[in-house]
């Protein structure tokens, strides 16, 4: 049984030290002052501009916050559903412990291969476990012998099967482990009731099961595109 959350604030009683608006000069003084990326990293950055889905691409300030959860937690086993061209995946290999492995699937050839690229310079590609294909296959053959082994899980890849992504990377996390998930205010479309279309109510419904879902604790994080950061539950 779910446990009885507590209901939304009426319109009088709404916090007022809510969320600070980011408008483009406030977002480049964020930048300026917290970002230290990687000359890697922005030299990825700079050759992903280049393609037509480069807005793809995760944000230079989501990179390090992705890459400081990962220091904190020190995962041995990552997982990371949606590789592109590989700015998350090079974040959390530059980031993890020495004895880590960080398993990374990809369904286009063409952006693992520039991730791969990268991760090489960086000399890390020892530690990373790199599938070409479906995320969905892929995980279902780890439950068998890999269920709740994973310490740290990311996910940016398709919506159409994001409410799958989640429920079996819940169970190939350990209790006590961290997923996030990126794009959960999709382009701010979420609160949009205008916006009807078939990626934006999956995220929606991922957005509402996650915070029924008392198995896990929860912040969504008003960062990039939005960031659920998830924790799943030890007492389970």
């Given amino acids: ?5 507590p209901k939304p604030l009426p319109e009088d009683d709404k916090p007022v030290n809510r969320t600070i608006k980011v408008d483009d000069r ?12 990687d000359d890697l990293l922005r030299a990825l950055r700079r050759e992903t501009a280049q393609y037509h889905m480069a807005r793809m691409q995760l944000s230079p300030e989501v990179g390090q916050l992705l890459a400081l959860l990962v220091k904190l937690q020190a995962p041995k086993k990552l997982l990371e559903i949606g590789v592109f061209t590989g700015y998350s995946t090079l974040s959390m290999a530059m980031a993890m412990p020495k004895n880590a492995i960080l398993v990374a699937i990809e369904k286009k ?3 693992l291969d520039i991730a791969t690229r990268y991760l090489e310079q960086a000399g890390v590609m020892d530690r990373v476990r790199a599938y070409c ?11 068998e012998e890999e269920r709740e082994t994973f310490d740290f899980i990311f996910i940016d890849a398709d919506k ?12 190939l996390l350990r209790p006590g482990g961290c997923m996030l998930i990126d794009n959960t205010l999709w382009w701010g479309n979420v609160a949009d009731e205008a916006f009807t279309d078939k990626d934006t109510n999956i995220v929606r419904e991922l957005n509402k099961i996650i915070h029924t879902d ?16 998830v924790r799943k539950n030890t007492s389970l």
């Avoid at 049984?1 to 959350?5: D, E, I, R, T, V």
């Avoid at 406030?26 to 990326?37: G, H, P």
């Avoid at 294909?133 to 439950?143: N, R, W």
């Avoid at 159409?160 to 990377?169: I, K, M």
């Fill in 109 to 111: 050839q063409m952006w």
């Fill in 214 to 229: 008392g198995e896990v604790e929860l912040s969504l994080i008003p960062i990039g595109d939005g960031l659920t950061l």
């Fill in 133 to 143: 294909d479906k995320a969905l296959p892929v995980m279902a053959s780890f439950l």
């Fill in 26 to 37: 406030l977002y480049q003084y964020l930048v300026d002052v917290s970002v230290r990326e």
């Fill in 1 to 5: 049984m779910l446990p009885n959350f």
């Fill in 160 to 171: 159409q099967n994001l409410l799958a992504y989640y429920q079996l990377a819940k169970q």
